[in-house]
């Protein structure tokens, strides 16, 4: 018969590590802590004056300059040039009131190209230092007119998409470090 042995398990202890932590590898930079989340801008502060009224129903607006460019070899490779610049942009509001709508048309009826100012302002009160930024866009023409659309159970919106030259678009106010 064989013979019954009874086999104990060796616990082995590691021996202690010289561990020494780097409270440097996990310590924040300075701009983590200034530019927290609370410090993101939120567009519900934002506001847009049309040709110095206010949009109080505006729910988007964007302003852009779109760099026009041509391509340029140089040997095999493909590179740019800088052509022209052009301005793009639209804003949405949640439809109250007709604002310019049937001036712009009737203007667009009679072959005039009427042109407007838009000011963009963010002034969200967590901005860094309290700061606001503040866009104004000249010499804004407007590309369709939408004089009517809804749909059952919404609010209605209406969408204004412009263009304009950017030599007429400045920054009144910017959020600076």
Not at 66 to 72: C, I, L
Not at 137 to 145: C, G, P, T
């Amino acid at each position: 018969m064989p013979e019954n042995k009874i086999v104990t398990p060796q616990i082995v202890i590691p021996k202690p590590m010289d561990f020494k932590m780097d409270l440097q590898l996990f310590a924040r930079d300075p701009e983590d802590v200034e530019y927290r989340g609370r410090r993101r801008w939120n567009g519900s502060y934002g506001r847009v004056w049309w040709d110095g009224q206010l949009l109080f129903e505006i729910s988007k607006f964007n302003g852009k300059v779109v760099a026009d460019r041509e391509d340029v070899l140089i040997g095999n490779s493909k590179d740019s040039k800088i052509v022209s610049l052009t301005g793009e942009g639209s804003f949405t509001i949640k439809s109250v009131i007709n604002r310019n709508i049937n001036k712009y048309l009737e203007e667009w009826k009679n072959g005039h190209d009427p042109r407007a100012n838009l000011v963009g302002l963010i002034d969200d009160p967590d901005a860094v230092d309290g700061q606001k930024e503040r866009c104004s866009i000249d010499n804004v023409w407007f590309n369709e007119l939408t004089l009517m659309n809804f749909e059952k159970g919404q609010v209605v919106e209406k969408e204004f998409p412009f263009g304009f030259t950017p030599e007429d678009a400045s920054f009144i106010e910017t959020v600076s470090d």
